[in-house]
């Protein structure tokens, strides 16, 4: 059983990774726009139907994904329970959030698209913003829940030897390879300016389950 979650926590990272690509994969080329530079200037351009199949493909992705976590987890449970109860429970509510946060990147460009066929750049980015400032706090405390906060306890965990898994593994997880893909983009290379950055946390999000399966593994366990 605890093989068959790690793969599809696998997929379900890797399917999400193709939503996120299809929300933010942009080109060379776009500028950000507006007072708190959350506008995206390809949004006029950009497809309509990306952003409504990037949001059905993340349904499916984010309970996918998770499933890899809670392998992990279900390992875990059998030297620390409390805290793995308490890193699932955590995490639950985090990719509640991270559904929540797709969704609403998903809804931006599409109302912006909206306003701008009236050609009232000034209302596109005042409604933009406001909703954007109104959901801020849940935003970035969901996001922290979902990928900062597990992969940093995942990182101590390894280090202290309560998972038993090597070293190399601290590196995968979300945080570590959004870092990555955030220092791709920082060479300025046309090559890197959206992928892998724009994906690099959904396919963290999958190596939850990689880390479940080099545990069973590592445990001589199916």
């Known amino acids: 059983m605890v093989k068959i979650l790690a793969i599809i926590g696998i997929i379900g990272g890797m399917l999400c990774a193709v939503a996120d690509l299809l929300l933010d994969l942009k080109g060379y080329g776009n500028q950000k726009l507006g007072k708190m530079k959350i506008i995206d200037s390809k ?14 493909l993340a349904m499916f992705a984010v309970p996918m994904y998770t499933c890899g976590f809670v392998a992990l ?11 793995s109860i308490g890193m699932t429970v955590m995490f639950l509510c985090g990719a509640m959030g991270g559904f929540m946060i797709h ?6 460009p599409t109302v912006y698209q909206k306003i701008m066929e009236k050609g009232d750049v000034e209302m596109a980015e005042d409604v933009i913003e ?32 309560v998972i038993e ?6 590196i ?5 390879f ?20 724009c994906c690099a946390a959904s396919l963290g999000l999958a190596m939850y389950g ?7 593994c590592h445990s001589g366990n199916v």
């Not at 990689?210 to 069973?216: E, G, H, T």
């Open 43 to 56: 949004w006029k351009v950009m497809s309509h139907g990306r952003f409504v199949w990037s949001d059905i």
């Open 73 to 83: 987890m279900l390992q875990l449970h059998k030297v620390k329970a409390e805290l």
């Open 103 to 108: 969704t609403f990147l998903c809804m931006m």
């Open 130 to 161: 406001g909703v954007f400032r109104q959901i801020y706090v849940p935003f970035f405390v969901l996001y922290s829940m979902l990928v900062i906060i597990p992969a940093l306890i995942i990182m101590v965990l390894i280090i202290l030897k």
């Open 165 to 170: 898994l090597p070293l190399w593994c601290m």
């Open 172 to 176: 995968l997880n979300p945080l570590v």
């Open 178 to 197: 959004q870092l990555i893909g955030l220092l791709f983009r920082a060479t300025g290379l046309k090559i890197f300016v959206d992928a892998p950055s």
């Open 210 to 216: 990689v880390l479940a399966l080099i545990l069973i």
